[in-house]
């Protein structure tokens, strides 16, 4: 079974600090997006990385792609309190043509202004 | 097009009473998928559709769940007699699978279902 590992599960912090979400698996994965969902929505698409060791930039979101593609993390620069959400890593199984995703746990950000 | 849309928004039912869910993919998408999410954990994948043959189903999704996709369009997800436990919000996403690769991965808003 494949599982995806998020950590820290909540975070919470002042306006301006920077902080970083990892996602780990011992599993490999073909593919592995980052999604942000706000309550009582559908998560939402930030990046999708496919490359071991790809790095995507999305303005003050920087996204990694482990060298191995069994790990990813976000790392956000001057968080602001609109970045409050939780989000998830999923990752496409990497052996088969299914689209499930695989999802992490969630991290639960709360930026304070 | 609008997204995907999933009604209802929600629904509170009794516990035995049986429910169904719509979704309506992006019109183009040839494959959708049901994921159910409870609070503060991600969502998991229940089964999944490419036109309208179901490819896979989860373990999650017991004899009291079943889905259908009649046209290749629209989608519904019945749940015949609830229990307390089915409690979640219900996911729906659509995208477009098309030479080896799937393009436009979209979530709806949810269905969020309550068994009292």
């Known amino acids: 079974t494949q599982l995806l590992e998020q950590s820290p599960q909540f975070l919470s912090i002042q306006e301006g600090e920077n902080l970083t979400v990892y996602c780990n698996s011992s599993?490999?994965?073909?593919?592995l997006q980052w999604y942000r969902q706000e309550p009582g929505e559908g998560p939402v698409l930030l990046v999708t990385v496919v490359t071991g060791g790809e790095v995507k930039k999305l303005k003050r979101l920087t996204f990694q792609f482990g060298d191995a593609r069994k790990d990813s993390s976000l790392h956000i620069t001057a968080a602001q309190p609109g970045d409050t959400g939780l989000y998830l890593c999923a990752g496409r199984d990497g052996s088969s043509n299914t689209g499930k995703l695989i999802f992490g746990q969630g991290t639960t950000l709360q930026v304070k202004p | 097009d609008t997204g995907v849309s999933q009604n209802p928004r929600h629904k509170i039912t009794k516990r035995g009473q049986n429910v169904t869910f719509r979704c309506d993919p992006i019109?183009?998408?040839?494959?959708l998928y049901w994921y159910r999410q409870t609070l503060g954990q991600g969502p998991e994948f229940l089964t999944y559709f490419q036109n309208e043959a179901q490819l896979e189903k989860s373990r999650l999704l017991s004899d009291r769940f079943s889905a259908e996709r009649p046209k290749g369009s629209f989608s519904t997800l019945e749940i015949q007699r609830t229990e307390q436990g089915d409690s979640a919000m219900y996911l729906c996403?659509?995208?477009?699978?098309?030479?080896?690769?799937?393009?436009?991965?979209?979530f709806g808003s949810g269905t969020r279902l309550t068994v009292v």
């Open positions: 599993s490999v994965f073909s593919s």
């Open positions: 019109s183009e998408h040839n494959r």
């Open positions: 996403a659509s995208s477009m699978r098309r030479g080896g690769r799937e393009y436009g991965y979209t």
